[in-house]
T-cell receptor
């Protein structure tokens, strides 16, 4: 079955520690996205990538980093510079060539700082 | 800049009653519009999307939405609510060629027995 796999589902981070969230898709989509979800704030775009080896900052990129070395993979690193990382993180992908492509989402990773 | 406003962070309806979730957009060019649903601790699932082929769009689970350019609205409706419709609903907008999605803050739907 095609889809987007995020791992782990739950992640705990200590203060000052970097952590990496995994996102893999087998939909052959060109574009991939990372969103952060906080209660009452909807989804906010962290980073997005429309092609391998290229990515752009979204609205809240500070304290995060990404890489796009393979079409299928778009890992997100939450660095110690992110002061309030506790949130639900969603990865998505979409086709670039279609006129009105919708984004397909993974099941999310819930990150908690302990 | 594009934006999306969802009026009402929480909406309660009785089972069998009409569901109306509001979404207004602001865009300098005709946008592409989407409605997604999210169940607790899960990702988002597409309900429907506006493709400019028709102003009334039918989606899954009996939901539909009407694009009204004069009102810059894309409200989501369902004639009869079911208990399984309880979830959070997000309206999103994308501008052609950007492949970037802007989401509203969401509306949590509660269905009362």
């Amino acid at each position: 079955d095609g889809g987007i796999t995020q791992s782990p589902k739950y992640l705990f981070r200590k203060e000052g520690q970097n952590v990496t969230l995994s996102c893999e898709q087998n939909l052959n989509h060109d574009a991939m996205y990372w969103y952060r979800q906080d209660p009452g704030q909807g989804l906010r775009l962290i980073y997005y990538s429309q092609i391998v080896n290229d990515f752009q900052k979204g609205d809240i990129a500070e304290g995060y980093s990404v890489s796009r070395e393979k079409k299928e993979s778009f890992p997100l690193t939450v660095t110690s510079a992110q002061k309030n990382p506790t949130a639900f993180y969603l990865c998505a992908s979409s086709i670039v060539r279609e006129l009105t492509p919708e984004a397909f989402f993974g099941q999310g990773t819930r990150l908690t700082v302990v | 800049a594009q934006s999306v406003t969802q009026l009402g962070s929480h909406v309660s309806v009785s089972e069998g009653a009409l569901v109306l979730l509001r979404c207004n957009y602001s865009s300098s060019v005709p946008p592409y519009l989407f409605w997604y649903v999210q169940y607790p601790n899960q990702g988002l699932q597409l309900l429907l999307k506006y493709t400019s082929a028709a102003t009334l769009v039918k989606g899954i689970n009996g939901f539909e939405a009407e694009f009204k350019k004069s009102e810059t609205s894309f409200h989501l409706t369902k004639p009869s609510a079911h208990m399984s419709d309880a979830a959070e609903y997000f309206c999103a907008v994308s501008k052609s060629g950007t492949y970037k999605y802007i989401f509203g803050t969401g509306t949590r739907l509660k269905v009362l027995a």
